[in-house]
Nanobody, 127 residues
Framework: QVQLVESGGGLVQTGGSLRLSCAAS????????MAWFRRAPGKERKFVAA????????YYADSVKGRFTISRENAKNTVYLQMNSLKPEDTAVYYC????????????????????WGQGTQVTVSS
């Protein structure tokens, strides 16, 4: 059984930075694309960023492009999301997900392509 545990969320001022981590256990982490999604209050879960199984390809939502960076360390079974220049509209619960299919060179960007999720970590950006 795959388990994903996010950490690193918190309260930060506009323009600040946070680094989220997602630690995976119970599966073959290195074979699957990983992604971050977020859910703002009263809204649906939305795609933020994804990284291919090898780490060689990344994909970002337009709203975070140039500010966020996704990366992974397969040796540590961990995926990261470095968030810089944070804005109040980045406030949300952030979730990491594991892709359903392995060895995808183009990481997917829809929730239906992911089968395991963490419990989420709250990010709050004050204005």
């Amino acid at each position: 059984q795959v388990q994903l545990v996010e950490s690193g969320g918190g309260l930060v001022q506009t323009g600040g930075s946070l680094r989220l981590s997602c630690a995976a256990s119970g599966g073959t982490f290195s074979s699957y694309a990983m992604a971050w999604f977020r859910r703002a209050p009263g809204k649906e879960r939305k795609f933020v960023a994804a990284v291919s199984w090898s780490g060689g390809r990344t994909y970002y939502a337009d709203s975070v492009k140039g500010r966020f960076t996704i990366s992974r360390e397969n040796a540590k079974n961990t995926v990261y999301l470095q968030m810089n220049s944070l804005k109040p509209e980045d406030t949300a619960v952030y979730y990491c997900g594991k892709s359903i299919r392995g060895y995808q060179n183009t990481p997917p960007a829809t929730t239906s392509e992911y089968d395991y999720w963490g419990q989420g970590t709250q990010v709050t950006v004050s204005s």
